[in-house]
């Protein structure tokens, strides 16, 4: 019986999340170098994004050059695109998100559209957001990794880095993680459905004001539950009211469309605390962060959503749960949660 090799992945990261990318995928690393900002690795037939925490983009790996000439760099590349898939609809040319990686920038804008001509004239390149993406990732200058992403198993930003703009009146940079994650987390149809002006959420933890300004951009009406002070034009919204409360012990006397929580805790109790808002009914969706400690991020991860997953399947709850580690965050991992009807 003839067999075939396992294939070989390459995995986009956090720089300093890299082994934490390996051993959340059990796979056999390739090549996982300390602060680089992405992985390379071997022995899985199939990985899910989706389920990924640490992963900002999976590609499944075909070729690399290992010395690219200084004058000709075309033909190689060219060269090394497999035969399959015959046609891509997407050409992505990427570097690591490191400071050594955007040095390449000016290089990677510059060669795009030379190479993006070559694959449109023999007709490898087409407009079709439905085919294999093209990646080709340079950890340096002298190297290249070629790749393709599905897009129904992948980020669909370009170094699986989603861009938002910071607004000028938002009270803190937090207000990007929230946008993001509703982002990430939610598709265009939910987030119309789920955002709607009118709803209500409750922020725990809100101080600055980060988070809640997010949701009343999105017309949601807030409970700000903190005992520090909110900033900026959050302090005196009409929509916002603000608590002065723990943010564990507060509860709202009516249930919510929406739970947000950035306190800083550890995993167990955070996740603790946002099960018994799902089951006990007081909200029906929640985004919330949990902060990881230096060591064994992914079993503190693992340990906290299995908390989860036990205590709501106990109930006979029907449950959406994601998570994944934003650009915007830093050590920690966000999470999505949603009650689903009884089908």
């Known amino acids: 019986m003839q067999t075939y090799p396992l294939p070989d992945w390459l995995i986009y990261c956090r720089p300093g999340f890299e082994r934490d990318c390996v051993a959340e995928t059990q796979a056999k690393p390739v090549a996982a170098v300390a602060d680089s900002g992405y992985v390379v690795l071997q022995g899985k037939p199939r990985l899910a994004y989706a389920q990924l925490a640490f992963a900002r983009q999976l590609i499944r790996l075909h070729n690399e050059i290992k010395e690219l000439p200084e004058r000709d760099r075309l033909t190689p590349l060219l060269a090394?695109?497999?035969?399959?898939p015959q046609q891509f609809g997407t050409l992505w040319l990427e570097t690591p998100d490191t400071n050594d990686g955007k040095t390449l920038s000016g290089f990677t804008r510059r060669f795009q559209p030379l190479l993006e001509a070559k694959l449109?004239?023999?007709?490898?390149?087409?407009d079709d957001a439905n085919l294999p993406r093209l990646h080709i990732f340079f950890p340096d200058k002298d190297r290249?990794?070629?790749?393709?992403?599905?897009?129904?198993?992948?980020?669909a930003a370009h170094m699986g880095i989603l861009r938002l703009k910071m607004p000028h009146?938002?009270?803190?940079?937090?207000?990007?993680?929230?946008?993001?994650?509703?982002?990430?987390?939610?598709?265009?149809?939910e987030q119309t459905k789920w955002l709607s002006p009118g709803l209500h959420a409750v922020d725990l933890g809100a101080a600055p004001g980060g988070w809640t300004w997010q949701l009343v951009q999105r017309g949601l009406k807030v409970i700000a539950v903190d005992n520090g002070s909110l900033k900026g034009v959050a302090a005196e919204h009409p929509a916002i009211k603000h608590l002065r409360q723990d943010g564990f012990r507060y509860r709202p006397k009516q249930a919510v469309d929406w739970l947000v929580c950035d306190m800083v805790e550890q995993p167990a109790k955070v996740a603790a605390l946002m099960t018994d808002w799902i089951t006990?009914?007081?909200?029906?969706?929640?985004?919330?962060?949990l902060k990881l400690p230096m060591k064994k991020r992914v079993e503190a991860l693992s340990n906290a959503l299995d908390s989860m997953r036990k205590a709501l399947d106990a109930k006979g709850i029907r449950y959406r749960l994601q998570a994944r580690q934003l650009y915007h965050d830093r050590e920690e991992v966000t999470v999505f949660i949603v009650r689903l009807k009884k089908s």
């Open 120 to 126: 449109r004239a023999c007709g490898r390149l087409v």
């Open 169 to 189: 009146d938002a009270p803190s940079r937090s207000y990007l993680k929230l946008a993001e994650a509703f982002e990430v987390f939610l598709s265009k149809e």
């Open 80 to 84: 090394a695109i497999p035969d399959e």
């Open 144 to 155: 290249a990794l070629i790749g393709s992403s599905d897009p129904r198993n992948s980020a």
């Open 280 to 289: 006990s009914g007081a909200t029906t969706r929640a985004i919330f962060n």
